[in-house]
């Protein structure tokens, strides 16, 4: 089965698309000491982009591995945590405008000083898909060995690192994870609606699992099936596995959209439509930036009809969490917990209090009888 990722969005905050650009060498000097550092390998180039960010309007400088000059140029401080978007399977060999909202969102002024790395593997990623999934473990090494080297060249700890990867990114999230040596392990991986095709049901050794970081989070938004498929993984993966809407599918992705799409993007919107679902995990996460007031929690539950039944709605014992950037990491072993949560067909997406009766219990000081569940 193949899938892609999405290129709609939900008025959201979006930056223009940065290309590539040479390392400046006016650039500020960043914090802390950085040394050459000789390896045994050759130095060569990789086959996947890091591009860091200053700004949010930033085009992106490129670190090359091996070259400790580059971090200088571009600006790299290590006294930040440091994000690294992956992006998933490319389709047409395009850059998805996601990444670059996303990019927007980490250095805008909503969000603590990091610093923001892309992992560009769009020339690996541009093949068929089952092609693009053995091409995965590659980048996953060499997302590995630049974390490596900044812990060799610039003394900074893979614990402070955060892997976002949407869909097949998730994925070459957590091959980077087990290709880690030494005694430190990347601090966080957050899976974005990880790719289900060639990955569900395999080993953890095949995926990403809870093993691959100190703390691991995903969010799943497109688990329903066809033809026996999903387009992102149903089976948990991480420490807290959240299932907005059931994770099977999304309010406002519905095919009855569909006219509307077509009416706006022609048909263009045969593929906006299929894809809704599997981006809006990316979506709920930029607006868990967005709106640090509005968190959308979600609770600790067997399945989606006993949530929808008002079953699970406490928060005593940890039994609750915040979805997106600013969850709650608490490890706990390596058994995942399964969350559930309702929300809104638009940004914001936090879900608002006019919802069915059992949802008197989630605080809700306003509610209507005969509301429905967006």
Request: proline share 5%; hydrophobic share 35%.
């Amino acid at each position: 089965m193949e899938f892609t990722d999405q290129k709609c969005s939900y008025g959201l905050v979006s930056a223009p698309q940065p290309q590539e650009s040479p390392p400046s060498a006016g650039r500020e000097e960043p914090f802390g000491r950085f040394q050459a550092v000789e390896t045994k390998e050759t130095l060569r180039e990789t086959a996947t982009k890091f591009l860091l960010f200053e700004n949010q309007m930033d085009k992106g400088c490129r670190i090359r591995l091996n070259h400790s000059d580059t971090l200088q140029q571009c600006g790299f401080n290590s006294s930040l945590p440091l994000v690294v978007i992956i992006h998933g399977w490319s389709f047409d060999g395009l850059l998805e405008s996601w990444i670059w909202q996303l990019v927007a969102t980490l250095k805008s002024p909503l969000v603590q000083p990091v610093n923001v790395v892309l992992a560009d593997w769009v020339i690996l990623a541009y093949h068929q898909y089952s092609v693009a999934v053995r091409n995965s473990r590659l980048v996953g090494q060499e997302v590995a060995d630049l974390l490596q080297w900044l812990e060799e060249s610039a003394q900074f700890s893979p614990s402070n690192v955060h892997l976002i990867g949407y869909s097949l990114g998730a994925h070459v999230s957590g091959f980077a994870g087990s290709y880690m040596r030494g005694k430190h392990k990347i601090g966080r991986i957050t899976a974005l609606d990880a790719a289900g095709p060639l990955f569900e049901g395999t080993s953890p050794s095949d995926r990403l699992s809870p093993d691959d970081a100190n703390f691991v989070d995903a969010i799943h938004t497109f688990t329903q099936e066809h033809v026996g498929l999903s387009v992102g993984i149903k089976q948990p993966i991480a420490h807290y596995d959240f299932y907005p809407n059931g994770g099977t599918f999304q309010p406002g992705c519905h095919f009855l959209e569909f006219y509307k799409d077509i009416a706006k993007h022609g048909l263009n919107a045969i593929t906006r439509t299929i894809k809704c679902a599997h981006v809006r995990s990316v979506y709920l996460f930029i607006d868990s930036l967005l709106h640090p007031s509005m968190q959308s929690m979600a609770y600790l539950c067997s399945d989606m009809d006993s949530f929808s039944r008002g079953l699970c709605l406490s928060c005593k014992k940890g039994r609750c969490n915040t979805l997106g950037y600013h969850v709650r990491q608490e490890p706990r072993g390596k058994k995942s917990k399964q969350l559930f949560l309702m929300t809104r067909a638009q940004s914001p997406f936090k879900g608002e209090c006019g919802w069915p009766r059992a949802f008197r219990r989630a605080g809700c000081s306003h509610w209507s009888e005969d509301a429905q569940v967006p």
